[in-house]
């Protein structure tokens, strides 16, 4: 199906403007606060020389000693044990109310735990752990989805005192966290913390095969999509050169924006009442619903 803008109907000309527009302004705030010392960070760390980096005129010096990705490395490793060093997380302590004594309790605790190692927290944590070490700041994206999963079985079999041991495959929920590199996140300046946030969004290259099998799965519209690339600073290293082919441009937008842009949504209780003005700044930030937007190139 070839996509073209006439395709989109004003809300979604005017949804896409909005998270894009807003996600600009976040970006170049970041950038001028930050994007300069996270790469001074990440040079440091994987002993890149910059002539940049150079603390007066006269030092010839190209040497960066291992000595700060020594000092980095043994405090991620510190924290990682400390965690999560016998592979539990967390404990939950039971209700006094309780009356099943703490057997119910134990079920869910060492459930959660079994879980957690099958969507490899461990893996991540340690990520996450290390990114805010290089560079002052972790963030996680959290992924809920259902997977597929083969579990042992057995099954009596017809006609016979036997019983058939095998696999049977079923669902399961999965709770993932992937680690999100700091060039790679936007959030509203003005919030404290996401959840006072107007929004947050993680921009990032990803295949061309994950982006076409969405559509398949009816995750994405099914739209035409060609591979594009045009930002060296969404890569999460300074590499010399970049792979750039098959590549997608993503934006993930987790936030509010305004009702109307939101098409097939109706009034639950009747008419809605324009308290503000569209056009004035309290009218575009009012009457804002949850959602999430997925914008590609």
Not at 154 to 176: C, L, T, Y
Not at 255 to 263: E, M, T
Not at 285 to 290: I, Q, W
Request: hydrophobic content about 35%; proline content about 3%; some cysteine.
């Amino acid at each position: 199906m070839e996509f073209k803008e006439e395709d989109l109907t004003d809300a979604e000309k005017d949804l896409v403007d909005y998270v894009v527009t807003h996600c600009d302004r976040w970006r170049e705030w970041r950038d001028t606060n930050y994007l300069t010392k996270w790469d001074e960070y990440e040079r440091l760390y994987y002993g890149i020389w910059s002539d940049e980096d150079k603390t007066r005129e006269s030092e010839r010096s190209k040497l960066v000693t291992p000595a700060i990705r020594q000092a980095v490395d043994n405090k991620v490793a510190e924290l990682t044990e400390g965690l999560a060093g016998n592979g539990k997380y967390f404990d939950i302590d039971d209700d006094a109310a309780d009356q099943q004594m703490s057997q119910d309790v134990e079920l869910v605790k060492n459930q959660l735990h079994e879980d957690m190692k099958k969507d490899k927290y461990n893996k991540e944590i340690g990520k996450a752990i290390k990114i805010g070490e290089i560079y002052g700041t972790a963030v996680s994206e959290i992924l809920v989805k259902t997977v597929v999963e083969s579990v042992p079985s057995m099954q009596p079999m017809p006609d016979a005192a036997m019983m058939a041991v095998g696999v049977v495959d079923q669902e399961r929920v999965s709770v993932q966290i992937r680690t999100v590199h700091p060039r790679n996140f936007l959030v509203d300046p003005n919030a404290e913390n996401i959840d006072e946030a107007l929004g947050c969004a993680i921009e990032e290259y990803t295949s061309l095969h994950k982006v076409v099998k969405g559509i398949e799965a009816g995750i994405y519209r099914k739209v035409h999509i060609e591979p594009f690339y045009d930002d060296t600073d969404l890569e999460p290293s300074q590499q010399d050169s970049i792979f750039q082919d098959d590549k997608v441009r993503i934006m993930r937008y987790y936030g509010l924006v305004p009702r109307r842009f939101i098409k097939d949504i109706e009034a639950v209780d009747g008419e809605i009442v324009d308290l503000f003005d569209e056009d004035s700044d309290a009218g575009r930030v009012s009457d804002l619903v949850e959602a999430v937007v997925v914008i590609a190139n």
